[in-house]
C-alpha cells in the first residue's frame, strides 16, 4: 500500500492490521477506516491496556507511514511539543557573520547610522535551518506522510490543548519568528486518554471518537495466541479467563492485554501444557497481572473462596474490607459486564446463604 492513500475499506484495514498481530473490532474498524478516509484526527478513550497506543503502531506499520510520538505528561510545554530554537547552531552563524559585519559596518560613523544599516539585512538566524522539531512540527514538516500519535493528551494541563487546536483543525504550525507551516503531507493523527480528566469541547469537537473497553474472552484469546503463539490454546484460554475475573473486581488497576500477553508466555514458561493446571501456579500469574498489593491481597482473598477450576465465580465469604474500585477499571465493555455480573454473582450467593 501506498503510504499515501486510506484502505479501500474497514475490511481492508482490519486484514491489515491483522497482519501486524493487531485484532480490531467490526464497529472499532469502521471509525478508523473513516478516520484515515477522511483525514480527521481519532481520539480515543478508555482505561489504560487496552490497546489505543498500539493501535496507532499498528496502523502505522500497516499503512507503511513512520510514526511520529508526542508522549504527554503534566509540564509539557511548547518547547518539547513543537519546536526549539537551536542556539548553538545560531551562535556558530553569529561567529561566521562577525567579519562580514564589520565589513558591512565599516565607512559608518554613528551608533544610529550602524544599527540602521544591520536592520536593512537579513543575518539569517530565524530560518528553518535553525528550528530543533519536536512531534507536532515534524509531523507538519515530514514530505511523507505519518502516522502522529499523541498519547495520554489528558495528562497534560488544558493550556497545552490550545496548541494541539491549530495542527488538529489546520493541519499547520505557526512559528511567530517566521510564519504559518502548513502541512506538506496530511498526517493521520490519533490521540490517547485514559479518562483521567475530561478534554474541552473544542478538542474533541475537532477529533472522531471511539470508547475503546476490554475486549470479549473470545476476542482477547485471538490477540494472546497472536502474540503469544508458543502457549497453548487451552493455556491461553484459562489466563484471559482469569484476567477476566480480575476485572470484575474492585482493583485499583485491572490486569491490561499485555499483562495478559506476558501472564500466558510466564504460564508457559512455568511449564503448563494443558487446561486445568492454572491453579498451582496462579500466585506466580497474579505478578505479571496485577501491580499493586492491595490488589493481589483482594485478588487472593475472593480467588481463596472460588470454587475450583478454570471458570471460576466469585464467592461470598471474605469478612474483610475490599479496597476502593479503579476510577477505570471495568468501565467499558466486557470489564463492566465482569463486574456487574459478579456482583450480582456475590449478591445472590449472600442471599442463599441468609435463607
Not at 196 to 220: D, I, Y
Request: hydrophobic residues 40%.
Amino acid at each position: 500500500m501506498s503510504p499515501t492513500t486510506a484502505f479501500d475499506s474497514p475490511e481492508a484495514l482490519t486484514e491489515a492490521l491483522a497482519a501486524e498481530n493487531y485484532v480490531i473490532d467490526p464497529e472499532f474498524a469502521v471509525v478508523v477506516h473513516l478516520a484515515t478516509a477522511l483525514e480527521r484526527p481519532l481520539l480515543l478513550e478508555g482505561p489504560a491496556g487496552v490497546g489505543k497506543t498500539e493501535l496507532a503502531s499498528s496502523l502505522a506499520a500497516a499503512s507503511g507511514r513512520r510514526l511520529v510520538r508526542l508522549q504527554c505528561y503534566e509540564g509539557l510545554d511548547d518547547g518539547r511539543a513543537l519546536y526549539e530554537w537551536d542556539y548553538g547552531k545560531q551562535l556558530m552563524h553569529v561567529q561566521m557573520l562577525r567579519d562580514r559585519i564589520g565589513e558591512l559596518l565599516s565607512g559608518t560613523t554613528t551608533m544610529a547610522e550602524a544599527s540602521a544599516r544591520l536592520q536593512t539585512e537579513d543575518t539569517g538566524l530565524y530560518t528553518e535551518h535553525f528550528l530543533s522539531t519536536r512531534p507536532l512540527l515534524e509531523a507538519v514538516l515530514s514530505p511523507d506522510p505519518v502516522v502522529l500519535l499523541v498519547d495520554e493528551v489528558d495528562r497534560t494541563e488544558e493550556s497545552m490543548e490550545a496548541l494541539l487546536l491549530e495542527v488538529l483543525a489546520e493541519q499547520q504550525v505557526t512559528v511567530p519568528e517566521i510564519g504559518t507551516f502548513t502541512a506538506r503531507s496530511i498526517p493521520w493523527v490519533v490521540l490517547t486518554s485514559n479518562d483521567t480528566r475530561e478534554l474541552s469541547p473544542a478538542l474533541k469537537r475537532r477529533c472522531l471518537h471511539f470508547a475503546v473497553g476490554f475486549p470479549t474472552p473470545e476476542r482477547e484469546t485471538e490477540i494472546v495466541s497472536r502474540r503469544a503463539p508458543q502457549v497453548a490454546p487451552e493455556v491461553v484460554t484459562d489466563v484471559v479467563e482469569l484476567a477476566h475475573l480480575l476485572r470484575g473486581f474492585p482493583l485499583r488497576k485491572s490486569p491490561s492485554i499485555s499483562e495478559v500477553i506476558d501472564a500466558a508466555r510466564a504460564a508457559a514458561v512455568l511449564g503448563l501444557r494443558s487446561a486445568g493446571e492454572l491453579e498451582k501456579v496462579r500466585p506466580a500469574l497474579l505478578s505479571a497481572l496485577l501491580k499493586y498489593g492491595s490488589d493481589r491481597e483482594l485478588a487472593v482473598r475472593r480467588l481463596d473462596d472460588d470454587e475450583p477450576g478454570p471458570g471460576i465465580v466469585p464467592t461470598a465469604g471474605s469478612d474483610r474490607p475490599d479496597t476502593a474500585a479503579s476510577t477505570t477499571a471495568g468501565a467499558f465493555g466486557a470489564g463492566r459486564a465482569a463486574s456487574t455480573g459478579s456482583r450480582a454473582a456475590a449478591d445472590r450467593n449472600r442471599r442463599g446463604g441468609r435463607r
